[in-house]
C-alpha cells in the first residue's frame, strides 16, 4: 500500500510540472539561475523538479512496491539503443549481482582494465535508467585506442527498500570485485556515486586493511565472506559522496540549496543501520570519522600510488560532510584527492543531470561520436579515465 506522504506528492505532481514551465519561461528555475547546463532546456528543468518534488518522500515499502526494478530490466530496454548495440558482452552475467555492460573483446596492453559500477541511490532505490545510460555514455567518453581496452560491469546489489541491510551490499561488492579478479582483472576502477561512493569507500578500505575488515565483518556470520587477499583499486572515481548516511547535513541559512537531490535527513542512512551500533558500523560507514594514519593511508588510490577524482556540486546539502573528508585524506593526512567542484551544481550532476541528454536517439549519437563538449563531469571523467588505462 502507498504512504499518503508518497500519495500526496503524486498527486500533487501536475501542479509541479505546471509551475517549473511558467518558471522556466518567467523567472526561472533554480536549476537555470544557478547552473549553466540547465540553460536552454526545459526538459531538464521538468524533470529535476519532478525529482526533487519526489524525493525522501516515500517509505522502504513505497520504493519495494512502487518504484522498484531489477537491472535486467534496464539491459532489456535499453539493448536496441545506439549506445548498447554491438556492445561485446553486454547484458552477460559475472556473478549472480554483476553483469558487463561491456567486455574488451582483445583488450591490448600490459594490464587488463575494468570500471566497477557502484550506483547511489542511499541504497534504498535501485539503478535508475539516468544512471545506467551513464555509465555506458562514459565509455564513449574515453578516447580510442584506450577505449578498446575497457570493459565495464555494474553490481545491481541488495537494498534496504527490501530491508537488506548493512553489511550485505560490502559483502555482494567485494564478491563482485573479487569474481572480476578470478576472470583476470588487475586493474578494476572502482567509480561510485552518492552512495555508491560509501559503498567505494568501504571497499577499498576492506582490500587495503584486511586484518580490520576480518575482524569487523566476520561477527555478521548470516553472510558469506572471503578475507583472502585482492589487488587494491589503484583508481577511483567518486561524484558526490554520501559519506556520513547517519548524520544529518548541517546547512548554512544563507545559502539556497532549494532543487539540490542529496538527501536533507538521516532517513536513508537509518534503514541502512537499522539495529546496529553506530559506533561498532562507523569505521565502514561514516568515513569523515575515519583516522587517515591508522584507516586511509594504506589505500593506494589516496596515498599517492594511484589516483583518486573527487566531484561535487557547490549547492549540495552534502557538501559539508564531502568537504570534511578532503580535509582528512588532505590535510589531517598527507593523501591526495583530484577535486573539482562544479559551479551552481547538485547531487550527483553526472549520473542525474548531465547524462539526460545522451537519453534519446540523437543524444546517444553525439556519446558514439565522443561529443561530450561543455559537459562538466563527463569530461573530467573521460580525461581521468584516458589518463589512469
Not at 40 to 60: D, F, P, Q
Not at 94 to 106: C, F, G, L, Q, Y
Not at 182 to 188: A, L, P, T, V
Not at 269 to 292: C, H, K, M, Q, S
Amino acid at each position: 500500500m502507498i504512504s499518503l506522504k508518497f500519495l500526496s506528492r503524486l498527486v500533487t505532481l501536475p501542479a509541479t510540472i505546471i509551475i517549473s514551465i511558467i518558471k522556466y519561461y518567467t523567472v526561472g528555475t533554480i536549476f537555470q539561475r544557478t547552473n549553466k547546463e540547465f540553460q536552454g532546456s526545459l526538459y531538464k528543468n521538468t524533470h529535476l523538479s519532478v525529482l526533487n518534488h519526489l524525493a525522501n518522500n516515500y517509505t522502504r515499502d513505497d520504493v519495494a512496491h512502487v518504484m522498484y526494478a531489477p537491472v535486467t530490466k534496464l539491459f532489456t530496454k535499453f539493448k536496441n539503443t545506439p549506445l548498447t548495440v554491438g556492445l561485446n558482452g553486454y547484458g552477460e552475467k559475472i556473478n549472480e549481482r554483476t553483469s558487463w555492460i561491456v567486455r574488451a573483446k582483445d583488450p591490448q596492453g600490459p594490464k587488463k582494465s575494468a570500471i566497477l559500477f557502484l550506483h547511489g541511490g542511499g541504497y534504498c532505490l535501485n539503478i535508475f535508467a539516468t544512471q545506467f545510460i551513464g555509465i555506458t555514455a562514459l565509455y564513449y567518453a574515453v578516447p580510442e585506442p584506450k577505449r578498446a581496452n575497457l570493459s565495464i560491469a555494474i553490481l545491481d546489489y541488495s537494498l534496504t527498500c527490501h530491508y537488506k541491510k548493512y553489511p550485505i551490499q560490502i559483502n555482494e561488492a567485494i564478491a563482485a570485485y573479487r569474481a572480476m579478479v578470478e576472470q583476470g582483472y588487475d586493474d578494476i576502477i572502482l567509480v561510485g556515486d552518492s552512495c555508491g561512493v560509501n559503498l567505494t569507500a568501504a571497499v577499498a578500505r576492506f582490500i587495503a586493511y584486511p586484518d580490520e575488515a576480518r575482524d569487523h565483518f566476520s561477527q555478521f556470520t548470516e553472510y558469506e565472506w572471503n578475507f583472502s587477499p585482492l589487488p587494491q583499486p589503484q583508481n577511483i572515481v567518486m561524484v558526490s559522496p554520501w559519506l556520513e548516511p547517519y548524520t544529518k547535513p548541517i546547512l548554512d541559512p544563507n545559502f539556497d540549496y532549494s532543487g539540490d537531490l542529496g538527501a536533507p535527513d538521516t532517513t536513508m542512512g537509518d534503514w541502512y543501520i537499522e539495529g546496529l551500533d553506530r559506533a561498532d558500523v562507523a569505521p565502514f560507514v561514516r568515513f569523515t570519522d575515519n583516522d587517515y594514519k591508522t584507516q586511509w593511508a594504506n589505500v593506494d588510490a589516496v596515498n599517492g600510488k594511484g589516483r583518486t577524482l573527487y566531484i561535487y556540486g557547490s549547492r549540495e546539502h552534502l557538501k559539508l560532510g564531502i568537504e570534511t573528508f578532503i580535509d582528512l585524506i588532505t590535510k589531517q593526512g598527507d593523501g591526495k584527492l583530484e577535486v573539482h567542484v562544479e559551479e551552481g551544481g547538485i547531487h550527483d550532476g553526472l549520473f542525474y543531470v548531465e547524462s539526460l541528454d545522451y537519453m534519446s536517439a540523437s543524444g546517444a549519437q553525439k556519446a558514439l561520436k565522443g561529443d561530450f563538449e561543455g559537459k562538466y563531469a563527463y569530461s573530467l571523467v573521460g580525461k581521468f579515465l584516458e589518463e589512469v588505462l
